[in-house]
């Protein structure tokens, strides 16, 4: 059984910076992360496969990185220049990669396609 743990969530002023973090107990999965705003649905942020091959969101692009160290099964989001309407429980999802001509490949970056979450972590910004 695959259970992400997520940890980081804080609450801070607006231009401000976090790292989330999330463990699992092995790294050969496709990772990501998915945020939830107050009142609203479930959105992709960033994936990275086994490869750390990226896929960000329009919303993650230019202040929001994603890395992973696989020594320590521990996947990482790096939030800069945090606005107010980052403010959402952040979650940690994962999948099983499947296997293409000897590549590992991961799915697109969609909820749906991600079998495994975290109990998410909060991040609240004000203004």
């Known amino acids: 059984q695959v259970q992400p743990v997520e940890s980081g969530g804080d609450s801070v002023q607006a231009g401000g910076s976090l790292r989330l973090s999330c463990v699992t107990p092995?790294?050969?999965?496709?990772m990501a992360w998915f945020r939830q705003p107050p009142g609203k649905e479930r959105e992709a942020v960033v994936a990275?496969?086994?490869?750390?091959?990226?896929t960000y969101s329009d919303s993650a692009k230019g202040r929001f990185t994603v890395s992973r160290d696989i020594s320590k099964n521990t996947l990482y989001l790096q939030m800069n220049s945090l606005k107010p309407e980052d403010t959402a429980m952040y979650y940690c999802?994962?999948?099983?990669?499947?296997?293409?001509?000897?590549?590992?490949?991961?799915?697109?970056?969609?909820?749906?396609?991600?079998?495994?979450w975290g109990q998410g972590t909060q991040v609240t910004v004000s203004s």
């Open positions: 092995h790294s050969s999965l496709c």
């Open positions: 990275i496969d086994m490869y750390r091959r990226i």
């Open positions: 999802a994962a999948v099983r990669p499947t296997v293409v001509g000897g590549d590992w490949r991961c799915p697109p970056l969609a909820l749906a396609n991600y079998d495994y």
